[in-house]
């Protein structure tokens, strides 16, 4: 069974298009993730849902929109993309072990390429 | 703004070499973690440090905290092709759980 499991894998898609992006987790954590790795590796966090409730949004272009229908579930809806919206998104997932102690598990990512 | 800075950003190295690879900021951390990552999937987890001073070992890997809480270091012990990956180091400093990940290091063993 895969703990973090993200879809799809890979999108291509032309530029002003609307895309999703799934993601579900069945470790029964608390909080979720998205993260966008860019083509040097460097993963920053974009959002961050607690129980549904979303605590972290980072500077994020409003054309990015999370959504937690339920605390295994968190999806990443795209707006009118952009050439620089290419990059590869990893939802992820922790549960605290103790205070300011976590441990984040990832989904495979989604490459998204805009063209 | 916390920043981790990871050193060196690539390390190749022949198969029996040592290596070690660091992660260092200005702020304290309340955790750190190790993670792998190899091309195409996510990073997985390797080990959490908690406590300043604090050593953790992982078979060859072997995994320190700084005293204060701002540093660690990776240190690989005669590294076989299979440790090639890209290793990240990620800090955790509030309550909800908010990781910021340094840069990464590629790490390459050659046979």
């Known amino acids: 069974d895969t703990a973090v499991s993200q879809t799809p894998k890979y999108l291509v898609t032309q530029m002003g298009n609307d895309k999703s992006i799934k993601c579900e987790q069945n470790?029964?954590?608390?909080?979720m993730y998205w993260y966008k790795q860019d083509s040097k590796k460097f993963l920053k966090i974009m959002f961050s849902?607690?129980?549904?409730?979303?605590?972290i949004n980072e500077t994020v272009p409003n054309r990015f929109s999370p959504k937690s229908p339920d605390k295994a579930h968190l999806n990443l809806h795209i707006n009118s993309l952009e050439l620089g919206d290419s990059a590869v998104y990893f939802c992820?997932?922790?549960?605290?072990?103790?205070?300011?102690?976590?441990?984040?598990?990832f989904g495979q990512g989604t490459r998204l390429t805009v063209v | 703004t916390q920043l981790l800075e990871q050193s060196p950003q690539f390390l190749s190295i022949q198969e029996g070499e040592n290596l070690t690879v660091y992660c260092n900021s200005s702020?304290?951390?309340?955790?750190l973690q190790w993670y792998r990552q190899e091309p195409g999937e996510g990073p997985v987890l390797l080990v959490t440090?908690?406590?300043?001073?604090e050593v953790k070992k992982l078979k060859r890997l072997t995994f320190q905290f700084g005293d204060a809480r701002k540093d660690s270091s990776l240190h690989i012990t005669a590294a076989q092709p299979g440790d090639t990956g890209l290793y990240l180091c990620?800090?955790?400093?509030?309550?909800?759980?908010?990781?910021?990940f340094g840069a990464g290091t590629q790490v390459v063993v050659t046979p």
């Open positions: 992820a997932s922790s549960q605290d072990i103790s205070w300011g102690v976590f441990e984040a598990f």
């Open positions: 470790l029964g954590h608390d909080t």
């Open positions: 849902y607690n129980n549904k409730e979303l605590i």
């Open positions: 702020s304290v951390f309340s955790s």
């Open positions: 440090v908690v406590t300043g001073g």
């Open positions: 990620a800090g955790a400093s509030d309550s909800w759980g908010k990781f910021q």
